[in-house]
């Protein structure tokens, strides 16, 4: 049977004398040349040969003689089954929110490019970074070069980090993304991240006005200034520099055939293996020139996991019965995304440094301030749910851990 | 052969070197000023490990005496707890190692609001993942939904649109499915390179459970789905109101929308109280804490499908509606975590693994021993269902020699899983997504296991 000489562990294109001993192991196997010759015969095995047709490039299993593959189904009728009830039309007016690319579905309102720079300031800076520029860790949303090549294709989202230290592609809203509808649409139900949903859809023109300004977007060849008032007829006319960066084609009636046919192509489009069994040369290996392959081993290791790796099993150690009071809880709900670390310019609980000069307002200004907002943060921190002494408690709560 | 690239040493070696021995022990010596902390787990592990090695060799008189045979044990000799102590069921105490984990990697500046945290699948046994150590992703943070306020609408292209109640959702029939569910960044970070050296973290994006809910098509058999209606936009509830399109065709073939997950109701964490269910696809698309299903002629463009969830590639331009996770396999014993060091040559011992594709049903699995330049057929083992996970099991007889240990997946669509370099020449290094290339485990002469690729 197979037996594995260390000598003849090789790979790559470099034939070395080991190779025939491998090969005639391998061969005196029945079924590594059974499956072998089958895929070459592209052949499919098992029981679903030949059922193809999915959508994407898969199998659609029949649901035939009581049947679905090793399913059993109960093969009653359920003609005229009806649980629920039909949605008033105001019930549906209410959840149907969702706009496609030409515009249809957007509601009324309008904000200008001014009005979305304060609320971007307020609200979006401490994630997004300044004019969208990024820098703390959450999506970048402005920047990067737009520029083309002779093919309409946005150079740089042609960058391949293949050695450390080569430029990533940028994926911006200038750069990368195909429909302007969709910060729109993002913005009112996912944004501000601690409190989607919180903003009118005046504010969302001007805040969804304001990131394509910062992409330098036109709209009808018109540049968008700070006095630029961003409507719905204006944000289904606008096309942004990636628009056509996207493939296969989903649009118009033969948008699902053409994903199908792109799909069943996968080969090609997707990539795929060969099952060669013995011998095997490694197709991309030939097509990047070289002559063998090479053992990549990790360079750098990611090893700061939570909780840390471990697979002893023992008594987990006694943990001290602790119970969170009401502050602290309330602080972990509505202020502890900001103020976790000095990331976003909040003064970090626990930072005895930063709540020292915070401090030196004294308490009753410091409460004033977490109830009305200051700089980059909301009224009470975004959470009006909150009543004054609430906030007063959790203020206590995270100038004591600051000592 | 070690290149120098930016003062960082980069560990590129010739693969014949390192087998015949001439490179080992510069390898191991790398090894050493790289990841010290894993050396130490090893370390651990294998004392471990050598205590019940002992016990099971001990045939005749070499060995003392087993104390754990020899006395009577601390919980034979003592009262139990009642029966239902624990109304709800937990794992053994001695188990708390085994849980999900995450990494500041997984998520945007270490906000644990939108993350992901990785199944240990080196510790899960079958193809049933535990509701516990499920994976998870979430972009605005776990929703806890009020099951008494949940309303699931129906609606745009049907001559009836409807809303249900939770209680009436389930009224409908039911059908069960053990199926996967695999984030489509599983194994992102190895686009350009090993970077974990850890099964968990290298493919612990996915879980596989019995799913149990209806098939959309039983509901719009009545509802009368209109003729020009070619996709659905589903829609959750959360705070990232998390949207994605679907094909109307899949809608029809196999999508259901379930609320039980291994015999119990959804975890908050997979989307209670109800999500959608897109056998074999992104779990990105199976929305969790589902609210609206509308039909539609034309596709939504949701962020999740544009700024993200497209795979870029090297021409510059996207792949956007790739749904299936396409065909892929793990050796998951030995692993990093799971390694060899506790054998001796000439042990038999079961390689395993998992493999598993969002086409249909695995059909041959095959294991190389040599970094892909020979392989032969294992045998797969226990259920083998479409989309779901498939075992596989091959036994060996430990050499205590190196080895590059790899498995490729075939399924009925005929896929075959390729190699990095295969992938690499279609989709380039930036797709993020759908990256289902062949693993490399390097097995080094002490049985200890490490991640690494093989790659031109």
Redesign the interface.
């Known amino acids: 049977m197979f037996k594995l000489d260390h000598k003849s562990i090789l790979i790559g294109i470099s034939v070395v004398a080991s190779t025939a001993l491998l090969l005639t192991g391998c061969l005196s196997s029945p079924s590594s040349t059974n499956s072998s010759a089958k895929a070459q015969s592209n052949e499919l095995t098992g029981p679903y040969a030949g059922k193809l047709g999915a959508i994407d490039g898969g199998v659609i299993y029949p649901r035939e003689n009581g049947m679905y593959t090793a399913y059993v189904l109960n093969e009653q009728s359920t003609e005229g089954i009806n649980h629920g009830r039909t949605p008033t039309e105001n019930e549906i007016n209410a959840w149907n929110l969702d706009a496609l690319p030409d515009g249809t579905g957007l509601p009324e309102g309008e904000g200008s490019v001014e009005e979305g720079d304060e609320l971007y300031e307020a609200n979006c800076a401490s994630c997004h970074g300044d004019f969208g520029g990024g820098g703390h860790g959450y999506p970048q949303l402005a920047g990067g070069n737009q520029e083309k090549d002779e093919n309409g294709i946005v150079k740089t989202l042609k960058n391949q980090r293949l050695e450390p230290g080569m430029d990533a592609p940028q994926r911006t809203v200038g750069t990368f993304w195909p429909k302007a509808t969709t910060l729109f649409t993002y913005i009112r139900d996912a944004m501000p991240y601690a409190h989607p949903k919180s903003l009118s859809n005046d504010e969302n023109y001007a805040l969804t006005a304001y990131i394509l300004a910062q992409n330098g977007i036109k709209i009808d060849g018109e540049k968008m200034t700070d006095e630029y008032v961003l409507n719905a007829e204006k944000l289904a006319k606008v096309v942004l520099p990636n628009n056509d960066g996207f493939y296969p084609n989903i649009d118009g009636p033969e948008g699902p055939a053409n994903v199908k046919a792109f799909f069943a192509d996968r080969a090609k489009n997707i990539g795929a293996g060969v099952r060669c069994m013995t011998d095997c040369k490694d197709p991309g290996m030939e097509a990047a020139g070289a002559k063998e392959a090479e053992l990549v081993r990790i360079d750098y290791e990611m090893a700061d996991v939570v909780p840390p790796y471990s697979t002893v099993r023992d008594l987990p150690p006694e943990s001290e019965d602790v119970t969170i009071s009401k502050a602290e809880k309330m602080y972990n709900e509505s202020c502890k995304l900001c103020h976790s670390s000095d990331r976003m310019g909040a003064p970090a609980v626990g930072d005895v440094q930063a709540w020292v000069s915070v401090t030196k307002k004294g308490f009753d200004q410091v409460l004033r301030n977490s109830i009305d907002g200051i700089g980059g943060m909301p009224p009470k921190g975004g959470n009006d749910s909150l009543t004054s002494d609430e906030v007063k408690s959790i203020v206590e709560f995270m100038i004591d851990s600051s000592k | ?1 070690i290149k120098d ?2 003062g ?9 070197k ?3 021995g001439e490179d080992v022990d510069k ?1 191991f010596k ?2 050493e000023t ?2 010290v ?2 050396r130490d ?1 090893f370390k ?2 294998a004392s ?1 490990s050598a205590v019940a090695a002992v016990s099971i060799l001990a045939p005749g008189a070499l060995f003392a005496d087993d104390i754990n045979i020899m006395e009577h044990t601390k919980w034979g000799t003592t009262l139990g707890d009642e029966c239902n102590y624990n109304p709800y069921g937990l794992p053994s ?5 085994v ?1 999900r ?5 997984m998520s ?4 644990m ?2 993350a992901i945290s990785m199944s240990p699948l ?2 899960l046994s079958g193809i049933i993942t535990p509701n516990g150590l499920h994976f998870t992703r979430t ?2 943070g776990v929703a806890h939904v009020d099951p008494n306020k949940y309303r699931l ?1 129906i ?1 745009g292209l049907v001559d ?6 939770l209680e ?2 389930k ?3 039911s ?3 053990i199926l996967f569910l695999e984030c489509p960044s599983n194994g992102a ?1 190895e686009w ?7 099964l968990q ?1 290298v493919k612990g994006m996915m879980s596989c459970a019995e799913w149990t809910g209806v098939r959309i098509k ?1 509901i719009l ?2 509802l009368g789905l209109k003729p020009n209606a ?2 659905m ?1 589903a ?1 959750g509830s959360d ?3 998390m ?1 994605r ?1 679907v ?4 809608v029809l ?2 999508a259901m929308i379930v609320w039980a997950q291994n015999g119990e109701a959804l975890r908050p964490e997979q989307g209670y109280p109800v999500r959608l269910m897109l056998p ?2 992104e779990a990105n698309l199976c929305v969790k804490w589902l ?2 299903l ?1 039909f ?1 002629e ?6 999740e499908e ?2 993200k969830y ?3 590639t ?11 996770n ?1 065909v892929n396999s793990i050796i998951t014993s030995p692993c990093p ?2 390694p060899w060091t506790d054998l001796k040559v000439g042990d038999l011992v079961e390689i395993e693994g998992l493999a598993w ?5 695995i ?2 699995v ?1 294991i190389s ?9 294992v045998s797969l083992k226990g ?1 083998v ?2 989309k779901a996970w498939t075992r596989f099991s091959y036994m060996y007889k430990y ?1 205590g ?4 240990l790899q498995s ?1 997946a ?21 797709g993020v997504y ?1 990256r289902n290339a ?1 693993c ?1 485990w ?1 097995v080094n002469a002490k049985g200890e296991v ?7």
């Open positions: 052969m690239t930016q960082k040493r980069m560990m590129h070696l010739k693969i014949s390192i087998i015949k390898t790398s090894e790289t990841s902390s894993r787990f651990r592990t471990v105490k001695y188990e708390h190692n849980v984990r995450t990494s500041a990697l945007s500046a270490g906000d609001h939108a080196h510790e972009h605005n609408m609606h009836k649109p409807i809303v249900l109640t009436q959702l009224k409908y029939p059908e069960s499915r970070a350009k390179g090993p970077q974990f050296n850890s973290f039983t058999d009545e070619r996709w936009l829609e705070g990232s109101e949207s399109t094909p109307v065709e899949k073939d196999d074999g696809w609210k609206r509308k539609g034309e596709p939504w463009y949701a962020k544009t700024s497209t795979v870029l090297a021409s510059g331009r996207s792949i956007q509606h790739f749904y299936a396409e975590e799971k594709s969002g086409h249909g049903t059909t041959n095959d021993f040599d970094g892909g330049k020979n392989w032969r057929e259920l269902l479409p050499e020699k190196p080895l590059l490729r075939v399924d009925d669509s005929n896929n075959v899983q390729p190699t990095v370099n295969q992938e690499k020449e279609v989709v380039g290094v930036e759908h062949i490399t390097e490490n991640n690494v690729q093989v790659r031109s």
